[in-house]
């Protein structure tokens, strides 16, 4: 401020300068004190209002509280009570091995035995073998040269590869013996992979289906055979779960490994395929990790020894009764230690990460005890939590026994709730693919699908029903998300092999989000239907359970009515769209006519409109109802409203029911109910038991001048567009 | 044309609650215009539920909302679109209730027929002066703000992410801040526009060479600008119970009325610098007037 050399301002308080007219260098302008000490006011409550009201009740608003550790749900049982649960598996397949990680050239040199416990009926000749790293190694592929978009392991960086060195029993080695099985088109009838040409030259077309002979011995039903087997990783570049990005290495899917044997002593062998999982045996798995000693490890099952020397880390860790093994090393992770219940938790991520460890935390000590009520206690001493850096996305979101990979920002995520959703899901697999070990290329909604259904469960328990995304007032379900997953590319099955799929968007539609969603509508519909998979995943638990296995559960625990509506939604193709057509509602009128009394036409009444009142005849009322889509049969509710306020639920059925399957499916039913009320107004399934339905936009009809309108949508675009105007504005 | 001036020491926003309503009468229009696409749409999926869109903020309404997202994801689209398009009419539209209200503010009369067809005669200067803030506002966000966070942001990748956070965003504070002294700026040429006749172009030389002065603006318009950012959050967080949907709507209209209020008071204070600044010779835009 310039020396003020005028008059005070005096006059008013609003005048904050004033101008000396007769000043001869022309007009000059100062500031009065009193004026300039009113201005810091006035400034000073702007900032206050702004800070306080802005971030205290804006923020607010669309920050929704972490919620707090809440008890495990009160789970309904069946009728019988709940199976008790195996204490342990049959061991089919059992690995020790040693693997020795050299980050600097993303390689692992392994070597161990695996043995082999035929409990086939057949004496066997061969072994199958997978090779999954072999995916990666060139572009030709099974796993590359599927036409497949739309889901994960896009990325294709480094190619990986596994040599086998050496695969010897009782000193003879049998690997010379080995040949890949080719996959050229011909692969299960799988119309992904058009007959591609073997690579380049004689090279085969892919390696990660291998068979090896056995010479000239075979092994007899209940026999065991130790293989000795040395081997050699090279990671690719992180894709499709596994591999390395910088000095982070996730190790997934990283030995030779036996194929899962069947009853019937053939192997369930099959390519890697890009939406495909895999299937192998219960076993024993015994682990020792050599890694330099800068780096942090995380493993499969407990860790039971652990040493350092010559600049080297050397844990060894074991596990039984599970079906994989995979491990994860990095410079950089940083380590948290938790426990819940009996289980110890370890969580791994980034520097920086804390807030998402907090997350992962609530998840798995939630998770562990709302699954363990519903299906389970979970019967392991650790669980692993890896968060994987910025860059190595493609390792997050996977399952492994005891390890499990989260994925998501740092930040805490205000509204949303992807790194909750995404570790729930990963523990759940711990039940629906770890304990309960379905084929996941021939049945991939076996585990995914019951997974994500079982993963809603909890995020429901956790968050209500809303708060998927929370904006103001906009506050979106988690079921959302599974149904926006669920909206099909094409209305196939969804219970189908991986390899019968359109595309990758397909199968990712309907093996998680339908699967979901169809199971969620069950569950609302049928008191015991939860309860039903409850039954499963510990009758099935260190099982190999089928489609028809579930179906027969579903059947005794919540009713045959319930599993002819679980078959009918997810083996057929299509969805189900139930809606309203239209309502009628008239006042009931007197007569009017020729009326023959006793059929005889010389005793012809005429009545006309006015001879009698219609005082006290009420209303005609009906409402149509239809269905759209597959033949699904559940017990929808109808909510109907009268004219005074009161309001009714029917239900109604489509059929074929259960109980009278011949009846046929109808696309129509009429709901009668005349009464001394007008119908105003229908509302199909008022309380959302069917979230399949297609949509809900048209599960509504009112009587002309009884419609709500849309007052509140016209307030919040006057209100935020009035905000826009202003931003634009003057 | 230079309309009689009221004395520097008379102007004052809460002088002019006329004006004031006037413009915040204008934007409640535009809101009016650009909702009525979204209700129509909205009054067409669900107005036939017996409770109207109340039911797609309900509890069980929040299926309803996402259903609607599906299905009619390309009708959104549409009118997403259509809205920011009329959106970007209204920004040039928007320059003549501008020139009316800072008219309002300056001129001895007080009548809205007056301040109209000063806000038509003033609409060249300010769409000069809108260009203008736009080209430099553009260039300043990209070389203070982006382009730097760009540069930065490969060199954080061994920081923790608040920190690689952190020092990637400061850029883009630093360029908040240019863009509040651009406002400023900006307002200050428009008050020399419309108290003082000047051009765009002396106007706009003029403010750049004073510093102090949009320095001083910006003491008085930041707190402002908070203020309202303050009132829009209550706003925001006003949104329930849904029955009281009449209370709501006024009191959000309360809450945009007295963010023009803010804005014009930022306004009135541009125009009484605007004095000091022409009385100041060597700033002076237009010397001829200052000399008699
Ligand atoms: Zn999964």
Same mark, same amino acid.
């Given at each position: 401020?310039?020396?003020?050399?005028?008059?005070?301002?005096?006059?008013?308080?609003?005048?904050?300068?004033?101008?000396?007219?007769?000043?001869?260098?022309?007009?000059?302008?100062?500031?009065?004190?009193?004026?300039?000490?009113?201005?810091?006011?006035?400034?000073?409550?702007?900032?206050?209002?702004?800070?306080?009201?802005?971030?205290?009740?804006?923020?607010?608003?669309?920050?929704?509280?972490?919620?707090?550790?809440?008890?495990?749900?009160?789970?309904?049982?069946?009728?019988?009570?709940?199976?008790?649960?195996?204490?342990?598996?049959?061991?089919?397949?059992?690995?020790?091995?040693?693997?020795?990680?050299?980050?600097?050239?993303?390689?692992?040199?392994?070597?161990?035995?695996?043995?082999?416990?035929?409990?086939?009926?057949?004496?066997?000749?061969?072994?199958?073998?997978?090779?999954?790293?072999?995916?990666?190694?060139?572009?030709?592929?099974?796993?590359?040269?599927?036409?497949?978009?739309?889901?994960?392991?896009?990325?294709?960086?480094?190619?990986?590869?596994?040599?086998?060195?050496?695969?010897?029993?009782?000193?003879?080695?049998?690997?010379?013996?080995?040949?890949?099985?080719?996959?050229?088109?011909?692969?299960?009838?799988?119309?992904?992979?058009?007959?591609?040409?073997?690579?380049?030259?004689?090279?085969?077309?892919?390696?990660?289906?291998?068979?090896?002979?056995?010479?000239?011995?075979?092994?007899?039903?209940?026999?065991?055979?130790?293989?000795?087997?040395?081997?050699?990783?090279?990671?690719?570049?992180?894709?499709?779960?596994?591999?390395?990005?910088?000095?982070?290495?996730?190790?997934?899917?990283?030995?030779?490994?036996?194929?899962?044997?069947?009853?019937?002593?053939?192997?369930?062998?099959?390519?890697?395929?890009?939406?495909?999982?895999?299937?192998?045996?219960?076993?024993?798995?015994?682990?020792?990790?050599?890694?330099?000693?800068?780096?942090?490890?995380?493993?499969?099952?407990?860790?039971?020894?652990?040493?350092?020397?010559?600049?080297?880390?050397?844990?060894?860790?074991?596990?039984?009764?599970?079906?994989?093994?995979?491990?994860?090393?990095?410079?950089?992770?940083?380590?948290?230690?938790?426990?819940?219940?009996?289980?110890?938790?370890?969580?791994?991520?980034?520097?920086?990460?804390?807030?998402?460890?907090?997350?992962?935390?609530?998840?798995?000590?939630?998770?562990?005890?709302?699954?363990?009520?519903?299906?389970?206690?979970?019967?392991?001493?650790?669980?692993?939590?890896?968060?994987?850096?910025?860059?190595?996305?493609?390792?997050?979101?996977?399952?492994?026994?005891?390890?499990?990979?989260?994925?998501?920002?740092?930040?805490?995520?205000?509204?949303?709730?992807e790194v909750e959703g995404v570790t729930v899901h990963e523990l759940g697999h711990q039940w629906f693919y770890g304990m309960v070990a379905t084929h996941e290329v021939e049945w991939p909604a076996g585990d995914e699908g019951l997974n994500s259904y079982a993963e809603l469960g909890v995020m429901q328990d956790l968050y209500g029903e809303g708060s998927a995304a929370r904006f103001g007032d906009v506050d979106l379900s988690y079921l959302i998300f599974q149904l926006r997953g669920a909206e099909p590319d094409f209305e196939e099955p969804v219970f189908q092999p991986t390899w019968a799929f359109a595309n990758g968007s397909s199968y990712g539609s309907r093996v998680y989000g339908a699967t979901a969603i169809i199971l969620e509508t069950l569950r609302r519909t049928y008191?015991?239907?939860?309860?039903?998979?409850?039954?499963? +995943?510990?009758?099935? /638990?260190?099982?190999?359970?089928?489609? *028809?296995? !579930?179906?027969? =559960? %579903?059947?005794?625990?919540?009713?045959?009515?319930?599993?002819?509506?679980?078959?009918?939604?997810?083996?057929?193709?299509?969805?189900?769209?139930?809606?309203?057509?239209?309502?009628?509602?008239?006042?009931?009128?007197?007569?009017?006519?020729?009326?023959?009394?006793?059929?005889?036409?010389?005793?012809?009444?005429?009545?006309?409109?006015?001879?009698?009142?219609?005082?006290?005849?009420?209303?005609?009322?009906?409402?149509?109802?239809?269905?759209?889509?597959?033949?699904?049969?559940?017990?929808?509710?109808?909510?109907?409203?009268?004219?005074?306020?009161?309001?009714?639920?029917?239900?109604?059925?489509?059929?074929?029911?259960?109980?009278?399957?011949?009846?046929?499916? +109808?696309?129509?039913? /009429?709901?009668?109910?005349?009464?001394? *009320?007008? !119908?105003?107004? =229908? %509302?199909?399934?008022?309380?959302?038991?069917?979230?399949?339905?297609?949509?809900?936009?048209?599960?509504?009809?009112?009587?002309?001048?009884?419609?709500?309108?849309?007052?509140?949508?016209?307030?919040?675009?006057?209100?935020?567009?009035?905000?826009?105007?202003?931003?634009?504005?003057? | 044309?230079?309309?009689?001036?009221?004395?520097?020491?008379?102007?004052?926003?809460?002088?002019?609650?006329?004006?004031?309503?006037?413009?915040?009468?204008?934007?409640?229009?535009?809101?009016?215009?650009?909702?009525?696409?979204?209700?129509?749409?909205?009054?067409?999926?669900?107005?036939?539920?017996?409770?109207?869109?109340?039911?797609?903020?309900?509890?069980?309404?929040?299926?309803?909302?996402?259903?609607?997202?599906?299905?009619?994801?390309?009708?959104?689209?549409?009118?997403?679109?259509?809205?920011?398009?009329?959106?970007?009419?209204?920004?040039?539209?928007?320059?003549?209730?501008?020139?009316?209200?800072?008219?309002?503010?300056?001129?001895?009369?007080?009548?809205?027929?007056?301040?109209?067809?000063?806000?038509?005669?003033?609409?060249?200067?300010?769409?000069?002066?809108?260009?203008?803030?736009?080209?430099?506002?553009?260039?300043?966000?990209?070389?203070?703000?982006?382009?730097?966070?760009?540069?930065?942001?490969p060199r954080t990748a061994n920081l923790l992410p608040r920190t690689a956070l952190v020092v990637s965003l400061f850029p883009l504070v630093m360029a908040g801040g240019a863009l509040a002294y651009l406002g400023a700026l900006f307002d200050l040429a428009r008050a020399l526009v419309a108290r003082h006749d000047a051009t765009t172009l002396r106007a706009f030389v003029a403010v750049l060479r004073a510093p102090r002065h949009v320095g001083r603006l910006v003491a008085v318009s930041l707190p402002r600008t908070l203020a309202s950012l303050g009132l829009l959050g209550l706003g925001a967080a006003l949104t329930s119970p849904l029955h009281a949907i009449l209370v709501i709507g006024l009191v959000h209209q309360v809450v945009a009325f007295a963010r023009v209020g803010l804005?014009?008071?930022?306004?009135?204070?541009?125009?009484?610098?605007?004095?000091?600044?022409?009385?100041?010779?060597?700033?002076?835009?237009?010397?001829?007037?200052?000399?008699?």
């Open positions: 401020m310039p020396e003020c050399p005028c008059r005070p301002a005096t006059e008013t308080l609003l005048a904050t300068w004033t101008r000396d007219a007769d000043a001869s260098n022309g007009v000059r302008f100062c500031m009065a004190k009193r004026t300039r000490a009113r201005e810091l006011l006035e400034s000073a409550v702007f900032v206050l209002v702004g800070v306080v009201v802005g971030v205290g009740l804006g923020a607010r608003s669309v920050w929704p509280k972490t919620p707090s550790l809440p008890e495990a749900p009160v789970v309904t049982p069946p009728e019988k009570g709940f199976p008790e649960v195996p204490r342990t598996s049959e061991r089919v397949a059992d690995y020790t091995l040693f693997a020795k990680l050299d980050p600097i050239n993303h390689v692992v040199e392994g070597h161990g035995t695996i043995t082999l416990k035929n409990r086939s009926s057949a004496p066997l000749s061969s072994i199958r073998l997978h090779l999954y790293l072999n995916a990666f190694k060139n572009d030709r592929t099974v796993f590359r040269r599927a036409r497949v978009s739309g889901f994960r392991g896009g990325v294709e960086g480094a190619p990986g590869l596994v040599d086998v060195k050496k695969l010897s029993w009782d000193g003879v080695d049998l690997w010379p013996k080995h040949s890949f099985v080719e996959h050229t088109g011909e692969y299960p009838q799988d119309p992904l992979s058009p007959g591609a040409p073997p690579a380049v030259g004689t090279a085969p077309s892919d390696e990660t289906d291998v068979m090896v002979p056995l010479g000239e011995r075979t092994l007899a039903p209940g026999e065991s055979a130790s293989f000795e087997i040395e081997f050699h990783d090279e990671l690719p570049e992180i894709s499709e779960r596994t591999g390395y990005h910088d000095s982070f290495h996730f190790v997934g899917q990283w030995f030779p490994k036996l194929a899962r044997l069947e009853d019937d002593g053939t192997f369930a062998a099959f390519p890697f395929h890009h939406l495909g999982e895999f299937a192998a045996d219960f076993g024993r798995y015994d682990v020792t990790l050599d890694v330099p000693a800068t780096f942090t490890v995380g493993a499969t099952g407990a860790r039971v020894e652990q040493k350092v020397e010559g600049g080297r880390r050397i844990e060894r860790y074991q596990l039984d009764d599970v079906h994989d093994f995979a491990f994860t090393a990095w410079d950089r992770y940083v380590l948290r230690e938790a426990r819940e219940g009996e289980v110890a938790i370890h969580l791994l991520s980034p520097p920086g990460y804390e807030a998402a460890m907090d997350r992962e935390l609530l998840s798995v000590a939630y998770g562990l005890r709302a699954f363990g009520a519903r299906y389970g206690a979970y019967p392991y001493a650790d669980l692993t939590v890896v968060h994987p850096p910025e860059g190595a996305d493609e390792a997050g979101g996977m399952e492994y026994p005891t390890l499990i990979t989260s994925g998501g920002p740092w930040f805490p995520e205000h509204g949303t709730h008191p015991r239907f939860d309860a039903a998979i409850g039954v499963y +995943a510990r009758r099935f /638990r260190f099982e190999h359970p089928t489609q *028809q296995e !579930l179906f027969e =559960v %579903i059947a005794e625990v919540a009713g045959d009515d319930c599993a002819a509506a679980a078959r009918a939604a997810l083996t057929q193709p299509g969805t189900l769209d139930v809606y309203v057509d239209s309502i009628l509602s008239e006042k009931k009128r007197p007569p009017t006519g020729y009326f023959d009394d006793g059929g005889d036409p010389s005793k012809r009444k005429k009545l006309g409109a006015g001879d009698e009142s219609s005082e006290g005849l009420g209303y005609a009322n009906a409402a149509w109802i239809g269905r759209k889509g597959a033949p699904i049969d559940l017990p929808i509710e109808v909510e109907l409203r009268f004219g005074d306020g009161t309001r009714r639920r029917e239900i109604v059925r489509f059929g074929p029911t259960a109980t009278s399957p011949n009846k046929g499916a +109808a696309t129509w039913r /009429r709901l009668d109910v005349d009464g001394p *009320q007008p !119908l105003v107004a =229908v %509302i199909v399934d008022p309380d959302l038991r069917v979230p399949m339905d297609r949509t809900r936009l048209d599960n509504f009809a009112t009587r002309e001048g009884h419609s709500g309108g849309a007052p509140v949508t016209r307030e919040r675009a006057l209100a935020w567009l009035g905000v826009l105007a202003r931003s634009f504005g003057p | 044309m230079i309309a009689p001036k009221l004395d520097v020491d008379a102007i004052s926003a809460r002088r002019r609650p006329k004006a004031i309503a006037a413009v915040w009468a204008f934007e409640l229009a535009v809101a009016w215009v650009l909702a009525s696409p979204w209700v129509e749409i909205v009054g067409r999926v669900v107005g036939r539920h017996p409770d109207g869109d109340r039911a797609l903020f309900w509890e069980h309404g929040r299926l309803l909302l996402g259903d609607a997202l599906i299905h009619h994801a390309s009708i959104i689209s549409a009118l997403v679109r259509s809205t920011l398009w009329l959106l970007a009419a209204w920004a040039i539209v928007s320059l003549l209730p501008l020139g009316g209200l800072l008219a309002a503010l300056s001129d001895r009369d007080t009548s809205l027929r007056n301040a109209a067809a000063r806000g038509t005669a003033l609409f060249a200067r300010m769409a000069g002066l809108q260009g203008l803030s736009l080209v430099l506002g553009a260039f300043g966000l990209l070389l203070i703000g982006v382009v730097p966070s760009l540069l930065l942001e804005r014009a008071s930022t306004l009135a204070r541009a125009l009484s610098l605007s004095d000091e600044l022409v009385s100041d010779p060597e700033l002076s835009p237009v010397e001829a007037q200052v000399a008699t």
